[in-house]
């Protein structure tokens, strides 16, 4: 099976700009989740799509959005970029294996707002 | 956000030492997994735990759900350069359904 992919894997955007990435799940995963995850602040929940409707959310402003399409894949918005949005943004496939759900991660997009 | 509590922050070793590294939480866990990270990419998953007490294996690597369900530990026995990366543990509430929680990492350097 393929992995998680993310597209594109870098990018460069100044403040106030807006910026969509996109992350295609494994094969038959129905559940994806964004994550941030900076240097000071770690791995910090985004929010989680499961067959096109939001299920979870975390603790960020309305700037960050997202959503997912009838194939699973997903994209994240960020509208009027701030300097502190500078962030390793990482996709995960949810599935099930072994005993319980597990999630895999794609290789995430760097973006850096100048 | 909530994170789980992760230690040692770094750890530097020699090549072919063991390594131990443990998570705790002041909340009650269903899963634990163990990732890894490199440099430029995403974490990979190198073991998922699902009961308490549970022992697992992945080669060179053994992790543990904690009997309470508050902590779950990995070991890396006979360390090589290739161990080298950022590890974390991320525990789930409730099985499904929920966002995962992540400690901050313990960075693993292997000195030759």
């Known amino acids: 099976k393929a992995g998680v992919t993310q597209t594109p894997r870098y990018l460069i955007k100044t403040r106030g700009q807006q910026v969509t990435l996109s992350c295609s799940p494994i094969?038959?995963?129905?559940?994806v989740s964004w994550y941030q995850q900076t240097p000071g602040q770690g791995l910090q929940f985004l929010f989680e799509?499961?067959?096109?409707?939001?299920?979870n959310k975390g603790n960020f402003p309305g700037r960050f959005s997202g959503r997912q399409f009838s194939n699973s894949r997903s994209e994240m918005n960020v509208s009027t970029l701030e300097l502190g949005d500078s962030a390793l943004y990482l996709c995960?496939?949810?599935?099930?294996?072994?005993?319980?759900?597990?999630?895999?991660f794609g290789p995430g997009t760097r973006l850096l707002v100048l | 956000g909530q994170q789980l509590n992760q230690s040692p922050q770094s750890m530097f070793i020699q090549e072919g030492e063991d390594v131990s590294m443990n998570c705790t939480s002041s909340?009650?866990?269903?899963?634990w997994l163990w990732y890894k990270q490199e440099p430029g990419e995403g974490p990979v998953l190198l073991i998922a735990?699902?009961?308490?007490?549970e022992l697992t294996s992945n080669g060179r690597l053994t992790a543990q759900f904690g009997i309470t369900r508050k902590d779950s530990f990995l070991n890396i026995s006979a360390s090589i350069p290739s161990d080298v990366g950022i590890y974390f543990c991320?525990?789930?509430?409730?099985?499904?359904?929920?966002?995962?929680?992540f400690g901050k990492g313990t960075r693993l350097s292997v000195i030759a």
């Open positions: 995960a496939s949810n599935g099930l294996a072994g005993g319980g759900e597990t999630q895999y």
């Open positions: 909340s009650i866990f269903n899963t």
């Open positions: 991320a525990g789930q509430r409730w099985t499904g359904n929920t966002p995962l929680v």
């Open positions: 799509y499961f067959s096109e409707t939001q299920r």
């Open positions: 094969s038959g995963h129905r559940s």
């Open positions: 735990l699902y009961k308490a007490g």
